[in-house]
Protein backbone atom coordinates (compact mmCIF):
# COMPACT_ATOMS: atom_id res chain seq x y z
CA UNK A 1 0.00 0.00 0.00
CA UNK A 2 2.69 2.34 1.05
CA UNK A 3 4.72 1.74 -2.33
CA UNK A 4 1.32 2.47 -3.95
CA UNK A 5 0.84 5.95 -2.30
CA UNK A 6 4.68 6.78 -2.97
CA UNK A 7 4.66 6.69 -6.53
CA UNK A 8 1.04 8.04 -6.94
CA UNK A 9 2.40 11.15 -5.08
CA UNK A 10 5.49 11.14 -7.22
CA UNK A 11 4.05 10.89 -10.43
CA UNK A 12 0.88 12.73 -9.95
CA UNK A 13 3.17 15.79 -8.94
CA UNK A 14 5.66 15.30 -12.13
CA UNK A 15 2.46 15.43 -14.40
CA UNK A 16 1.67 18.78 -12.97
CA UNK A 17 4.77 19.84 -14.36
CA UNK A 18 6.82 20.23 -11.93
CA UNK A 19 10.47 20.01 -11.96
CA UNK A 20 11.50 16.21 -10.78
CA UNK A 21 13.73 17.15 -8.20
CA UNK A 22 11.24 19.07 -6.64
CA UNK A 23 8.62 16.15 -7.08
CA UNK A 24 11.20 13.48 -5.75
CA UNK A 25 11.03 15.96 -2.20
CA UNK A 26 8.46 16.42 -2.01
CA UNK A 27 7.27 13.01 -1.99
CA UNK A 28 9.77 12.33 0.09
CA UNK A 29 8.93 14.85 2.47
CA UNK A 30 5.22 14.31 2.21
CA UNK A 31 5.96 10.75 3.16
CA UNK A 32 7.57 11.24 5.92
CA UNK A 33 5.91 13.98 8.03
CA UNK A 34 2.52 12.34 7.39
CA UNK A 35 2.66 8.62 6.26
CA UNK A 36 5.98 6.99 8.69
CA UNK A 37 7.42 7.44 11.67
CA UNK A 38 11.20 8.08 10.28
CA UNK A 39 13.07 10.30 12.42
CA UNK A 40 14.26 13.53 11.48
CA UNK A 41 17.57 13.28 12.47
CA UNK A 42 17.94 9.66 10.35
CA UNK A 43 16.72 11.41 7.62
CA UNK A 44 19.35 14.42 7.76
CA UNK A 45 22.12 12.30 8.99
CA UNK A 46 21.36 10.00 5.53
CA UNK A 47 21.19 13.31 3.49
CA UNK A 48 24.49 14.18 4.63
CA UNK A 49 26.44 10.74 4.15
CA UNK A 50 24.31 10.16 0.88
CA UNK A 51 26.16 13.01 -0.81
CA UNK A 52 29.47 13.09 1.00
CA UNK A 53 30.73 10.81 -2.21
CA UNK A 54 33.77 11.32 -3.43
CA UNK A 55 32.81 9.93 -6.77
CA UNK A 56 30.16 12.84 -7.07
CA UNK A 57 32.92 15.18 -7.61
CA UNK A 58 33.48 13.92 -11.58
CA UNK A 59 30.15 15.34 -12.61
CA UNK A 60 31.28 18.91 -11.98
CA UNK A 61 34.49 18.20 -13.30
CA UNK A 62 33.49 15.92 -16.41
CA UNK A 63 30.84 19.15 -17.01
CA UNK A 64 33.49 21.78 -17.01
CA UNK A 65 35.83 19.74 -19.29
CA UNK A 66 33.04 19.12 -21.67
CA UNK A 67 32.06 22.99 -22.02
CA UNK A 68 36.16 24.16 -21.96
CA UNK A 69 36.21 21.17 -25.37
CA UNK A 70 32.77 22.50 -26.58
CA UNK A 71 33.85 25.99 -27.31
CA UNK A 72 37.41 25.46 -27.02
CA UNK A 73 38.06 24.74 -31.30
CA UNK A 74 38.66 20.99 -30.13
CA UNK A 75 35.44 19.42 -32.29
CA UNK A 76 35.90 21.71 -35.13
CA UNK A 77 39.59 19.84 -35.33
CA UNK A 78 38.35 16.15 -34.75
CA UNK A 79 35.73 16.53 -37.54
CA UNK A 80 38.48 17.58 -40.24
CA UNK A 81 40.48 14.70 -39.25
CA UNK A 82 37.30 12.01 -38.83
CA UNK A 83 36.17 13.56 -42.53
CA UNK A 84 40.14 13.33 -43.36
CA UNK A 85 39.60 9.43 -42.91
CA UNK A 86 36.33 8.50 -44.13
CA UNK A 87 34.89 11.36 -45.97
CA UNK A 88 35.94 9.37 -49.44
CA UNK A 89 33.16 6.97 -48.80
CA UNK A 90 29.92 7.22 -50.08
CA UNK A 91 28.15 9.25 -47.87
CA UNK A 92 31.56 10.98 -46.11
CA UNK A 93 30.00 13.65 -44.10
CA UNK A 94 27.69 12.05 -42.41
CA UNK A 95 30.55 9.01 -41.90
CA UNK A 96 32.61 11.45 -40.36
CA UNK A 97 29.89 12.83 -38.36
CA UNK A 98 29.70 9.55 -36.88
CA UNK A 99 33.13 9.29 -36.13
CA UNK A 100 33.60 12.57 -35.27
CA UNK A 101 30.51 11.96 -32.50
CA UNK A 102 32.19 9.15 -31.32
CA UNK A 103 35.97 10.86 -30.55
CA UNK A 104 34.14 13.73 -29.06
CA UNK A 105 32.27 11.50 -26.81
CA UNK A 106 35.38 9.82 -25.65
CA UNK A 107 36.51 13.39 -23.95
CA UNK A 108 33.21 15.07 -23.09
CA UNK A 109 30.79 12.42 -21.67
CA UNK A 110 27.91 14.55 -22.50
CA UNK A 111 25.17 13.94 -25.43
CA UNK A 112 23.59 17.17 -25.93
CA UNK A 113 27.08 18.69 -25.81
CA UNK A 114 28.76 16.08 -28.66
CA UNK A 115 25.38 17.09 -30.86
CA UNK A 116 26.10 20.76 -30.05
CA UNK A 117 29.85 20.83 -30.80
CA UNK A 118 29.49 18.51 -33.93
CA UNK A 119 26.06 19.60 -35.49
CA UNK A 120 26.65 23.10 -35.21
CA UNK A 121 30.20 22.35 -37.50
CA UNK A 122 28.76 20.14 -39.45
CA UNK A 123 25.39 20.08 -40.32
CA UNK A 124 25.51 23.20 -42.50
CA UNK A 125 28.37 22.01 -44.09
CA UNK A 126 26.95 19.19 -44.79
CA UNK A 127 23.42 21.04 -46.08
CA UNK A 128 25.83 23.24 -48.09
CA UNK A 129 27.38 20.05 -49.88
CA UNK A 130 23.89 18.64 -51.16
CA UNK A 131 22.85 16.28 -48.19
CA UNK A 132 19.58 16.21 -47.24
CA UNK A 133 18.62 18.40 -43.72
CA UNK A 134 17.15 15.57 -42.62
CA UNK A 135 19.92 13.03 -43.36
CA UNK A 136 22.14 15.15 -41.54
CA UNK A 137 20.17 15.94 -38.16
CA UNK A 138 19.37 11.96 -37.99
CA UNK A 139 23.05 10.97 -38.13
CA UNK A 140 24.13 13.90 -35.50
CA UNK A 141 21.51 13.54 -33.25
CA UNK A 142 21.16 9.41 -32.89
CA UNK A 143 25.41 9.18 -32.91
CA UNK A 144 25.93 12.46 -30.49
CA UNK A 145 23.97 9.62 -27.70
CA UNK A 146 27.50 7.95 -27.95
CA UNK A 147 28.52 11.08 -25.10
CA UNK A 148 26.92 8.46 -22.86
CA UNK A 149 28.07 5.39 -23.38
CA UNK A 150 31.96 5.66 -24.81
CA UNK A 151 33.56 6.78 -21.55
CA UNK A 152 34.01 8.96 -19.46
CA UNK A 153 29.97 9.32 -19.32
CA UNK A 154 28.44 11.62 -16.74
CA UNK A 155 25.26 9.31 -16.75
CA UNK A 156 27.53 6.18 -15.77
CA UNK A 157 28.90 8.20 -12.86
CA UNK A 158 24.78 8.81 -12.03
CA UNK A 159 24.35 5.07 -12.14
CA UNK A 160 27.92 4.16 -10.19
CA UNK A 161 27.02 7.23 -7.37
CA UNK A 162 23.00 5.42 -6.87
CA UNK A 163 24.53 1.63 -6.75
CA UNK A 164 27.68 1.83 -5.04
CA UNK A 165 29.10 0.40 -8.27
CA UNK A 166 32.81 0.61 -9.63
CA UNK A 167 33.37 3.57 -12.28
CA UNK A 168 36.06 2.54 -13.53
CA UNK A 169 34.83 -1.11 -14.31
CA UNK A 170 31.71 0.86 -15.50
CA UNK A 171 34.37 3.30 -17.81
CA UNK A 172 36.09 0.46 -19.26
CA UNK A 173 32.70 -1.64 -19.83
CA UNK A 174 31.61 1.34 -21.90
CA UNK A 175 34.55 1.02 -24.28
CA UNK A 176 33.71 -2.16 -26.34
CA UNK A 177 29.55 -1.31 -27.05
CA UNK A 178 30.79 2.21 -27.60
CA UNK A 179 32.88 1.08 -30.19
CA UNK A 180 30.64 -1.53 -31.52
CA UNK A 181 27.31 0.97 -31.97
CA UNK A 182 29.68 2.90 -33.56
CA UNK A 183 30.28 0.78 -36.17
CA UNK A 184 26.80 0.41 -36.26
CA UNK A 185 25.73 3.80 -36.83
CA UNK A 186 28.54 4.17 -39.22
CA UNK A 187 26.74 1.07 -41.31
CA UNK A 188 23.22 2.38 -40.91
CA UNK A 189 24.31 6.28 -42.75
CA UNK A 190 26.85 4.11 -45.70
CA UNK A 191 23.52 1.96 -46.56
CA UNK A 192 21.14 5.43 -46.44
CA UNK A 193 23.74 7.68 -48.76
CA UNK A 194 24.56 4.42 -50.96
CA UNK A 195 20.76 3.66 -51.21
CA UNK A 196 20.02 7.74 -52.41
CA UNK A 197 23.42 8.37 -54.08
CA UNK A 198 24.73 11.33 -51.14
CA UNK A 199 27.84 12.70 -52.32
CA UNK A 200 31.27 11.87 -51.06
CA UNK A 201 34.60 13.51 -50.04
CA UNK A 202 37.61 13.91 -52.26
CA UNK A 203 39.88 11.52 -50.98
CA UNK A 204 42.30 13.07 -48.67
CA UNK A 205 46.10 11.89 -48.95
CA UNK A 206 48.01 10.32 -46.10
CA UNK A 207 50.02 13.54 -45.63
CA UNK A 208 46.75 15.67 -45.22
CA UNK A 209 45.44 12.90 -42.99
CA UNK A 210 48.41 12.90 -41.13
CA UNK A 211 48.55 16.87 -40.42
CA UNK A 212 44.76 16.58 -39.14
CA UNK A 213 45.86 14.41 -36.60
CA UNK A 214 48.52 16.81 -35.83
CA UNK A 215 46.20 19.25 -35.25
CA UNK A 216 43.64 17.27 -33.33
CA UNK A 217 46.17 15.38 -31.33
CA UNK A 218 45.81 17.67 -28.22
CA UNK A 219 41.92 16.54 -28.02
CA UNK A 220 42.46 13.30 -28.35
CA UNK A 221 45.36 13.34 -25.67
CA UNK A 222 42.76 13.70 -23.21
CA UNK A 223 41.35 10.15 -23.94
CA UNK A 224 45.02 9.16 -23.26
CA UNK A 225 44.91 11.29 -20.38
CA UNK A 226 41.46 10.02 -18.10
CA UNK A 227 41.35 6.03 -19.49
CA UNK A 228 44.95 5.31 -19.34
CA UNK A 229 45.51 6.82 -15.60
CA UNK A 230 42.53 5.00 -14.26
CA UNK A 231 43.69 1.68 -15.93
CA UNK A 232 47.12 2.31 -14.67
CA UNK A 233 45.82 3.43 -11.53
CA UNK A 234 47.71 6.99 -11.64
CA UNK A 235 44.47 8.70 -10.27
CA UNK A 236 40.79 7.41 -9.36
CA UNK A 237 37.99 8.37 -12.10
CA UNK A 238 37.30 11.31 -9.83
CA UNK A 239 40.77 12.48 -9.91
CA UNK A 240 40.72 11.93 -13.77
CA UNK A 241 37.69 14.00 -13.90
CA UNK A 242 39.37 16.96 -12.52
CA UNK A 243 42.85 16.59 -14.55
CA UNK A 244 40.43 16.64 -17.55
CA UNK A 245 39.19 19.61 -16.93
CA UNK A 246 42.45 21.25 -15.80
CA UNK A 247 44.03 19.91 -19.07
CA UNK A 248 40.73 20.68 -21.23
CA UNK A 249 41.48 24.50 -20.62
CA UNK A 250 44.92 24.46 -21.15
CA UNK A 251 44.18 23.33 -24.79
CA UNK A 252 41.81 25.73 -25.08
CA UNK A 253 42.51 28.74 -24.01
CA UNK A 254 46.82 28.15 -24.31
CA UNK A 255 47.23 25.70 -27.44
CA UNK A 256 44.74 25.75 -29.72
CA UNK A 257 43.96 29.57 -28.25
CA UNK A 258 40.25 29.42 -29.84
CA UNK A 259 39.10 30.57 -26.03
CA UNK A 260 39.93 33.94 -24.70
CA UNK A 261 40.40 34.07 -20.98
CA UNK A 262 37.79 36.40 -21.24
CA UNK A 263 35.59 33.79 -21.72
CA UNK A 264 36.45 31.18 -19.32
CA UNK A 265 34.05 33.20 -16.79
CA UNK A 266 31.08 32.30 -18.89
CA UNK A 267 32.14 29.04 -19.37
CA UNK A 268 32.75 28.41 -15.48
CA UNK A 269 29.00 29.84 -14.95
CA UNK A 270 27.47 27.55 -16.82
CA UNK A 271 28.78 24.44 -15.71
CA UNK A 272 28.17 25.50 -12.09
CA UNK A 273 24.64 26.08 -13.20
CA UNK A 274 24.19 22.48 -14.83
CA UNK A 275 26.29 20.98 -11.47
CA UNK A 276 23.76 22.65 -9.38
CA UNK A 277 20.98 21.03 -11.11
CA UNK A 278 22.19 17.57 -11.09
CA UNK A 279 23.98 17.70 -7.83
CA UNK A 280 19.80 18.90 -6.21
CA UNK A 281 18.51 16.24 -8.41
CA UNK A 282 20.92 13.89 -6.58
CA UNK A 283 20.57 15.19 -3.17
CA UNK A 284 16.67 14.58 -3.64
CA UNK A 285 17.42 10.98 -5.51
CA UNK A 286 19.12 10.00 -1.97
CA UNK A 287 16.07 10.96 0.15
CA UNK A 288 13.63 8.89 -2.32
CA UNK A 289 16.51 6.03 -2.36
CA UNK A 290 16.54 5.92 1.99
CA UNK A 291 12.52 6.23 1.94
CA UNK A 292 12.30 2.99 -0.62
CA UNK A 293 14.64 0.91 1.52
CA UNK A 294 13.26 1.74 4.86
CA UNK A 295 9.98 0.95 3.09
CA UNK A 296 11.28 -2.02 1.74
CA UNK A 297 9.96 -1.53 -1.01
CA UNK A 298 12.47 -2.69 -3.71
CA UNK A 299 12.91 -6.36 -1.83
CA UNK A 300 8.86 -6.51 -1.92
CA UNK A 301 9.33 -6.18 -5.67
CA UNK A 302 12.09 -8.50 -5.63
CA UNK A 303 10.10 -11.06 -4.24
CA UNK A 304 7.06 -11.03 -5.81
CA UNK A 305 9.11 -11.18 -8.93
CA UNK A 306 10.83 -14.22 -7.96
CA UNK A 307 7.58 -15.56 -7.04
CA UNK A 308 6.04 -15.18 -10.34
CA UNK A 309 9.21 -16.79 -11.86
CA UNK A 310 10.04 -14.64 -13.79
CA UNK A 311 13.71 -15.02 -14.80
CA UNK A 312 16.55 -13.35 -15.52
CA UNK A 313 15.57 -13.33 -18.99
CA UNK A 314 11.83 -11.82 -17.95
CA UNK A 315 13.49 -9.00 -15.92
CA UNK A 316 15.76 -7.65 -18.13
CA UNK A 317 13.08 -7.28 -21.22
CA UNK A 318 10.56 -5.90 -18.22
CA UNK A 319 13.37 -3.26 -17.39
CA UNK A 320 13.90 -2.00 -20.78
CA UNK A 321 10.67 -1.70 -21.75
CA UNK A 322 9.99 0.41 -18.73
CA UNK A 323 13.14 2.16 -19.20
CA UNK A 324 12.22 3.07 -22.69
CA UNK A 325 8.55 4.27 -21.89
CA UNK A 326 10.40 6.43 -19.36
CA UNK A 327 12.71 7.89 -21.80
CA UNK A 328 9.89 9.24 -23.60
CA UNK A 329 9.20 11.09 -20.62
CA UNK A 330 12.09 12.29 -18.74
CA UNK A 331 15.83 12.83 -19.01
CA UNK A 332 18.39 10.49 -18.35
CA UNK A 333 20.11 11.44 -14.72
CA UNK A 334 16.20 11.53 -13.31
CA UNK A 335 15.66 8.41 -14.48
CA UNK A 336 18.43 6.23 -13.05
CA UNK A 337 18.50 8.07 -9.84
CA UNK A 338 14.44 6.93 -9.31
CA UNK A 339 14.77 3.60 -11.09
CA UNK A 340 18.52 2.47 -9.86
CA UNK A 341 17.49 2.07 -6.01
CA UNK A 342 14.47 -0.46 -7.02
CA UNK A 343 15.85 -2.17 -10.15
CA UNK A 344 19.47 -2.98 -8.74
CA UNK A 345 18.55 -4.91 -5.76
CA UNK A 346 16.36 -7.07 -7.62
CA UNK A 347 19.50 -7.56 -10.53
CA UNK A 348 21.67 -9.00 -7.65
CA UNK A 349 18.93 -10.86 -6.58
CA UNK A 350 18.51 -12.32 -10.03
CA UNK A 351 22.42 -12.62 -10.76
CA UNK A 352 22.83 -10.10 -13.36
CA UNK A 353 26.36 -8.36 -13.02
CA UNK A 354 25.50 -4.60 -12.14
CA UNK A 355 28.32 -3.78 -14.43
CA UNK A 356 26.44 -5.04 -17.76
CA UNK A 357 23.31 -3.98 -16.00
CA UNK A 358 24.93 -0.51 -15.88
CA UNK A 359 25.38 -0.57 -19.91
CA UNK A 360 22.34 -1.78 -20.73
CA UNK A 361 20.62 0.99 -18.83
CA UNK A 362 23.61 3.59 -20.26
CA UNK A 363 22.14 2.33 -23.37
CA UNK A 364 18.41 2.79 -22.91
CA UNK A 365 18.94 6.22 -21.35
CA UNK A 366 20.78 6.85 -24.69
CA UNK A 367 18.23 5.75 -27.00
CA UNK A 368 15.79 8.06 -24.83
CA UNK A 369 17.91 10.91 -25.81
CA UNK A 370 16.29 10.69 -29.66
CA UNK A 371 12.83 9.58 -28.64
CA UNK A 372 10.29 11.90 -28.37
CA UNK A 373 8.85 14.50 -26.52
CA UNK A 374 11.73 14.78 -24.03
CA UNK A 375 14.78 13.90 -26.04
CA UNK A 376 16.87 16.20 -25.01
CA UNK A 377 19.47 15.52 -28.30
CA UNK A 378 15.97 16.33 -30.68
CA UNK A 379 15.43 19.59 -28.87
CA UNK A 380 19.46 20.29 -29.17
CA UNK A 381 19.33 19.26 -32.53
CA UNK A 382 16.22 21.39 -33.90
CA UNK A 383 18.12 24.43 -32.31
CA UNK A 384 20.99 23.67 -34.90
CA UNK A 385 18.64 22.79 -37.65
CA UNK A 386 15.29 25.08 -37.04
CA UNK A 387 13.57 21.64 -37.67
CA UNK A 388 10.53 20.71 -35.60
CA UNK A 389 10.74 17.70 -33.37
CA UNK A 390 7.76 15.45 -35.70
CA UNK A 391 10.63 16.28 -38.40
CA UNK A 392 13.52 15.41 -36.25
CA UNK A 393 12.07 12.11 -35.09
CA UNK A 394 11.27 10.83 -38.67
CA UNK A 395 14.62 12.05 -39.66
CA UNK A 396 16.42 9.64 -36.58
CA UNK A 397 14.66 6.38 -37.02
CA UNK A 398 16.86 4.47 -39.26
CA UNK A 399 19.67 5.28 -36.47
CA UNK A 400 16.63 4.60 -33.91
CA UNK A 401 16.21 1.05 -35.05
CA UNK A 402 19.88 0.41 -35.44
CA UNK A 403 19.96 1.44 -31.76
CA UNK A 404 17.05 -0.81 -30.50
CA UNK A 405 19.01 -3.92 -32.21
CA UNK A 406 21.97 -2.80 -30.64
CA UNK A 407 20.09 -2.51 -27.27
CA UNK A 408 19.34 -6.49 -27.46
CA UNK A 409 22.87 -7.60 -28.33
CA UNK A 410 23.75 -5.65 -25.29
CA UNK A 411 21.30 -6.90 -22.81
CA UNK A 412 21.26 -10.69 -23.79
CA UNK A 413 24.95 -11.05 -24.36
CA UNK A 414 26.72 -9.88 -21.40
CA UNK A 415 30.11 -10.41 -22.28
CA UNK A 416 30.20 -7.82 -24.89
CA UNK A 417 30.02 -5.20 -21.36
CA UNK A 418 31.98 -6.98 -18.94
CA UNK A 419 35.27 -8.83 -20.70
CA UNK A 420 37.13 -5.64 -20.83
CA UNK A 421 37.01 -4.57 -17.48
CA UNK A 422 37.15 -8.58 -16.37
CA UNK A 423 40.43 -8.84 -18.83
CA UNK A 424 41.46 -5.69 -16.97
CA UNK A 425 41.10 -7.05 -13.45
CA UNK A 426 38.41 -4.65 -12.71
CA UNK A 427 35.79 -6.86 -11.96
Not at 84 to 100: D, N, P
Not at 407 to 420: D, Q
Request: hydrophobic share 55%; proline share 5%; charged share 10%.
Amino acid sequence: MNSAIIFVLLFGLMLTGMPVSISLGLTVLSFLFFMTEVPVEAVALKLFTGIEKFEIMAIPFFILAGNFLTHGGVARRMINFATAMVGHWRGGLGLGAVVACALFAAISGSSPATVVAIGSILLPAMVKAGYPKRFGAGVVASAGGLGILIPPSIVMVMYAVSTNSSIGALFMAGVIPGLVLAAMLMGTTWYRAWRYDYPREPRRTWKERLHAFRESVWGLLLIVVVMGGIYTGVFTPTEAAAMSAVYAFFVAVFVYKDMGLRNVRKVLIDSANMSAMLLYIITNAVLFSFLLTFENIPQAIAEWMVAQGLGMLGFLLFVNVLLLLMGNIMEPSSIILITAPILFPIAMKLGIDPVHFGVMITVNMEIGMITPPVGLNLYVASGITKMGITELTIACWPWLVTMLAFLVMVTYYPPLSIWLPKTLGLM
